[in-house]
């Protein structure tokens, strides 16, 4: 579905598509030739949960339920809400360019349970849960959507890349559930605020050295934590051991390295692997299809 503006306000416009029930996928362009104020009446019927990541320029958001927002080029702002009315802003001649991922509660409660959904959901009015820079691998991802809706993969039947489409936005979306702090477990030791930082410090590392042979002990050592509490520190943030999480980004980096046109042997070596037969392995467990088929898809 596209919605346009009318041509005397600018090249203004918004796509937005259903990638399952309760899960839409949009891409807003606007380029107002004159300072444009436009009313939000947030129409969902139920809580939502909003995931906008900044692609260029800014707007805001103003609103007597809640304290302004910033969308900003680089950043990704994260919201949750219903039915809330206020305005949204945009320059003059500054053109503005934003993907969004709207969840609803119940394909919420599909991915995290109802606890978690109902925590992240909870309130009335509208809540920021985070506003943070935009990681390479949400850029990555969030690039990776906007050539398939350009595309109009979804309009395409028995397209191949609407399983690819879908892919990134839920790898997209697990790194945000991944960035909001989860609440404490029932019985678990809560951990301090340096834990906590020394914890994330730790995933930092794997992040940026997918290509080592990376280990628990030597992730405790770099970051000054025993490697028991650091196991029990990664389930608690992040639901996964230290190795499991650095599995799933192994395989989301495999991923676009291959769309991106990398040779199966060379995206094998980039996230860590010596042999590329055990990648593709790998590869083939994680997302139930070969590294072949990625790659072979992007050459077409």
């Known amino acids: 579905m596209r919605l346009q503006l009318p041509d005397d306000l600018g090249n203004c416009y918004t796509e937005c598509m259903e990638l399952e029930q309760g899960f839409l996928l949009s891409r807003l362009h606007y380029c107002p030739t004159r300072p444009l104020v436009e009313e939000s009446n947030g129409p969902h019927a139920e809580r939502v949960m909003v995931v906008t990541i900044g692609l260029r320029g800014k707007s805001g958001y103003r609103g007597d339920d809640a304290p302004g927002l910033l969308f900003?080029?680089?950043h990704t702002t994260i919201t949750?809400?219903?039915?809330?009315?206020?305005?949204?802003?945009?320059?003059?001649?500054?053109?503005?360019?934003?993907?969004?991922?709207?969840?609803?509660?119940?394909?919420?409660?599909?991915?995290?349970?109802s606890e978690r959904a109902g925590q992240i959901l909870s309130g009335a009015g509208l809540h920021r849960l985070s506003f943070h820079p935009s990681s390479d691998?949400?850029?990555?991802?969030?690039?990776?959507?906007?050539?398939?809706?350009?595309a109009g993969v979804m309009a395409q039947p028995n397209c191949h890349r609407r399983l690819d489409l879908?892919?990134?936005?839920?790898?997209?979306?697990?790194?945000?559930f991944?960035?909001?702090?989860p609440p404490k477990p029932a019985g678990a030791t809560p951990l301090s605020a340096d834990d906590i930082e020394r914890i994330e410090r730790a995933r930092d590392i794997l992040t940026g050295q997918l290509h080592?042979?990376?280990?628990?002990?030597y992730l405790a050592t770099a970051v000054g934590m025993n490697a028991h509490k650091l196991k029990e520190g990664f389930r608690y943030l992040y639901n996964?051991?230290?190795m499991g999480v650095l599995l799933e980004l192994r395989m989301r980096k495999a991923y676009t390295l291959l769309e991106a046109g990398k040779q199966v042997a060379q995206a094998a070596?980039?996230?860590?692997?010596?042999?590329?037969?055990?990648?593709?392995?790998?590869?083939?467990?994680?997302?139930?299809?070969p590294p072949k088929s990625i790659f072979g898809n992007r050459q077409q």
Request: a positive charge.
């Open 166 to 176: 879908h892919i990134h936005a839920l790898s997209l979306l697990s790194e945000q």
């Open 269 to 289: 070596w980039q996230v860590g692997y010596k042999y590329p037969n055990n990648f593709s392995v790998a590869f083939t467990r994680y997302f139930g299809r």
């Open 137 to 150: 691998a949400t850029m990555a991802h969030a690039a990776a959507l906007t050539r398939y809706m350009q």
């Open 178 to 181: 991944n960035l909001l702090t």
């Open 240 to 242: 996964n051991t230290p």
């Open 212 to 217: 080592q042979s990376l280990t628990v002990e």
């Open 72 to 74: 900003k080029a680089g």
């Open 80 to 113: 949750a809400f219903r039915a809330i009315q206020g305005e949204r802003h945009y320059e003059a001649d500054d053109p503005v360019s934003q993907l969004r991922l709207v969840i609803n509660e119940a394909a919420l409660n599909k991915y995290v349970g």
